[in-house]
């Protein structure tokens, strides 16, 4: 998976708490993403960064955060968890951000419940 | 209506079979073709992408893109059982990373040994 590990990889949680899925990579790429696949939907994009600190909303962004402090992490926040927030979260990394070049990690189950 | 449309299978093929997969899609503006390949439980694999009309071939791999028809096909010949997995389409208008990559849902397909 292209130098890209997630954690965790399950994680069941209640609805209300704060959920912190975190993506690290070793490939030093500058653009990380945050996905999530649904029946039915495909991958959506939630967020993305293009450097560190910086970061902007994609298609499915309420309910997210994200936040990058260094090049290989980037964070996945769910502030109060909801059931609709039940998904496979995926990130994806690419060196020079073009969209045929995007390399996704194992993903993270999450369930809330 | 979605803007790409992807029969979600299953697709049941004997080995040795030549596999045909296709996405249709709504958004002429479409340039950038993207096929990744998905195993159970795991993250998407990027096959191939192709800019724009035209063939690209790769192995056993072709993909084929039809702008006037708006449809794209992934070939794939002497299909092997370690090719059974889930086979996503994704396009996008441009190649930089601030642009939107669109799924489709994934068309699942099984090669029987």
């Known amino acids: 998976d292209a130098g890209i590990t997630q954690s965790p990889r399950h994680k069941v949680t209640e609805t209300g708490t704060p959920v912190t899925l975190r993506c690290h990579q070793t490939e030093n790429h500058r653009y990380m993403y945050w996905y999530r696949q649904d029946p039915g939907h495909g991958l959506r994009l939630i967020h993305y960064?293009?450097?560190?600190?910086?970061?902007d909303k994609g298609e499915v962004s309420d309910g997210y955060s994200v936040s990058r402090s260094k090049t290989e992490d980037f964070l996945l926040t769910l502030e109060s968890a909801t059931s609709s927030q039940t998904s496979v979260y995926f990130c994806?990394?690419?060196?020079?951000?073009?969209?045929?070049?995007?390399?996704f990690g194992p993903g993270t189950r999450l369930t809330v419940t | 209506q979605k803007e790409v449309e992807q029969d979600p299978g299953p697709l049941s093929v004997p080995e040795g079979a030549i596999v045909s997969l296709n996405c249709t899609y709504s958004n002429s503006a479409f340039q950038y073709f993207m096929w990744y390949r998905q195993y159970s439980r795991k993250g998407p694999e990027l096959l191939m992408y192709?800019?724009?009309?035209g063939n690209k071939e790769d192995g056993r791999f072709t993909a084929q893109v039809d702008k006037s028809s708006k449809y794209i096909s992934l070939f794939i010949r002497d299909s092997q059982p370690s090719d059974s997995a889930t086979y996503l389409c994704a396009m996008s208008n441009y190649g930089g990373a601030t642009n939107k990559l669109i799924f489709g849902t994934g068309t699942l397909l099984a090669v029987q040994p």
């Open positions: 960064s293009y450097g560190v600190k910086d970061t």
């Open positions: 192709t800019y724009s009309s």
């Open positions: 994806a990394i690419s060196d020079k951000g073009q969209v045929y070049e995007q390399y």
